[in-house]
């Protein structure tokens, strides 16, 4: 069975520092691996997704993340926070070649102080 | 991608009662599927909406507690029956468009409190 980990409830990082958010997967094959969105009172937004093409993936809002097998890892980073990227990020993973079973990790909420 | 839209956008409702949710996207897509997220916690699948055919549950989930129905490939509802505190969830449906296939869109979600 595929599960993924977020380290990390909460992440609290300055205006204008580097944002990262940390996500694990386990999987017995290279996966799909996708960042979702949430701010409050809305649903999810798709950030960005792996699907086995280039290992650095570029998302909206300058966000990106890069799929390193040897560590099983898909981090979220962005150079330069933004007050508005304060949300609720979810790490997602499913088999690869179908977006049916997908498992959420329990997500990290970043927050952006000035 | 395909614009998804979920009424109510939020509702309030008594012990025992019962909520239909509804979903719709303005083009076809091959998949649907409903989740919970339960207050301060991550989203479960409740089950994949099936054209036409009786949706498939999640272990946990059943049909007396959660009817789904979908008659076309752009509309779903979800009913949350005999409502309980417990219940009181944002309930988001998905769906997997026919061109972007490896991808679930979420729609904005409803926010469900049972009192």
């Known amino acids: 069975a595929q599960s993924v980990t977020q380290l990390g409830s909460h992440v609290s990082v300055s205006e204008g520092a580097l944002v990262l958010l940390r996500c694990n997967y386990s999987?017995?094959?290279?996966?799909?691996l996708f960042w979702y969105v949430q701010y409050p009172n809305q649903g999810l937004q798709l950030l960005l997704k792996?699907?086995?093409?280039?290992?650095l993936v570029k998302g909206i809002n300058g966000f990106e993340a890069e799929f390193k097998k040897s560590e099983t890892s898909f981090h979220l980073t962005k150079p330069s926070a933004h007050m508005s990227d304060a949300a609720e990020y979810f790490c997602?993973?499913?088999?690869?070649?179908?977006?049916?079973?997908?498992?959420f990790g329990t997500g990290t909420r970043l927050q952006v102080t000035l | 991608s395909a614009v998804i839209s979920q009424k109510p956008s939020r509702d309030i409702c008594q012990r025992g009662t019962s909520l239909t949710i509804q979903c719709q996207v303005d083009?076809?897509?091959?998949?649907m599927f409903w989740y919970r997220q339960q207050p301060g916690q991550s989203l479960t699948l409740i089950a994949t909406?099936?054209?036409?055919?009786?949706?498939?549950?999640e272990s946990g989930f059943v049909i007396d507690k959660f009817p789904i129905s979908r008659p076309n490939l752009t509309f779903s509802t979800l009913t949350v029956s005999n409502m309980s505190p417990e219940d009181s969830s944002i309930y988001l449906c998905?769906?997997?468009?026919?061109?972007?296939?490896?991808?679930?869109?979420f729609g904005p979600g409803t926010r469900l409190t049972v009192l």
């Open positions: 909406a099936n054209q036409g055919s009786e949706a498939t549950y």
């Open positions: 083009s076809q897509v091959t998949m």
């Open positions: 792996y699907t086995s093409a280039a290992t």
């Open positions: 998905s769906v997997v468009g026919q061109t972007s296939t490896d991808t679930q869109y």
């Open positions: 999987s017995s094959v290279p996966p799909y």
């Open positions: 997602a993973v499913s088999d690869p070649g179908t977006a049916s079973k997908l498992t």
